[in-house]
C-alpha cells in the first residue's frame, strides 16, 4: 500500500510539473493546449484514486481493530 501511494503521489507530482512547463512553453498567438487539458484530467484521476486508496486503507484497518476486539472477547 505504501509503495502504491507513493507512486501515485510521485506521478501527480510530475504530471503537474509537466503541465506547467506546458502552459510556460505555450506562448504562441493561439496556443495548443490540449496537452495541458489532458494532464489535468490525468492529474484528477490520480488525486481521486488517491483519495480512495486511502478511504480503503482506513476501512481495512477498522475491520482489522474489529476483528482483534472480536478476537479478545
Keep these: ?5 507513493f507512486l501515485l503521489i510521485m ?3 510530475l ?4 503541465a506547467i512547463f506546458n502552459l510556460l512553453g505555450a ?3 493561439n496556443p495548443d493546449r490540449t496537452g495541458v487539458y489532458i494532464e489535468l484530467v490525468v492529474m484528477f484521476i490520480l488525486t481521486l484514486s488517491m483519495v480512495l486508496l486511502n478511504n480503503v486503507e ?5 475491520l482489522e481493530s474489529n476483528q482483534e476486539q472480536e478476537e479478545e472477547l
Excluded: G, P
Design 1 to 5: 500500500m505504501k509503495l502504491i501511494k
Design 11 to 13: 506521478s501527480t507530482f
Design 15 to 18: 504530471i503537474m510539473v509537466a
Design 27 to 29: 506562448s504562441a498567438e
Design 58 to 62: 482506513k476501512k481495512m484497518k477498522k
